[in-house]
């Protein structure tokens, strides 16, 4: 079993920058492929990012259309821990964040939450304008 922990959300103000922290337990992080998903109120849950293996110092970072551009995602494996760095944050990026781990091997879509295997409780973010 593993766990993810998710961090780092709070009220900002159109503009502002945070920055999410998810932990997940394990002894083979490196191998895990991380994602990072929303949802706001009435929405159905929508990817934001997604930071797959690290092959010794490679790691890949996808992202929606919505974020490109603004929000950076990266990991560190020494710490168990993924980040996501949101800048020019928006009003429209209120939502639940949630970091979800996947523990196997996988090619294929990254945005959809079934590749996933365990989740994080979330954190809200709520950008007033």
């Known amino acids: 079993q593993v766990q993810v922990v998710d961090s780092g959300g709070g009220l900002v103000q159109a503009g502002d920058s945070l920055r999410l922290s998810c932990a997940a337990s394990?002894?083979?992080?490196?191998?895990?492929?991380m994602g990072w998903f929303r949802q706001a109120p009435g929405k159905e849950r929508e990817f934001v990012a997604a930071?797959?293996?690290?092959?010794?110092?490679?790691?890949?970072?996808y992202y929606s259309d919505s974020v490109k551009g603004r929000f950076t995602g990266s990991r560190d494996n020494a710490k168990n821990t993924v980040y996501l760095q949101m800048n020019s944050l928006k009003p429209e990026d209120t939502a639940v964040y949630y970091c979800?781990?996947?523990?196997?091997?996988?090619?294929?879509?990254?945005?959809?939450?079934?590749?996933?295997?365990?989740w994080g409780q979330g954190t809200q973010v709520t950008v007033s304008p």
């Open positions: 394990g002894r083979t992080f490196s191998n895990y492929a």
């Open positions: 930071i797959t293996w690290n092959n010794a110092t490679t790691y890949y970072t």
């Open positions: 979800a781990a996947r523990t196997s091997f996988y090619r294929g879509n990254w945005a959809e939450p079934e590749v996933y295997h365990y």
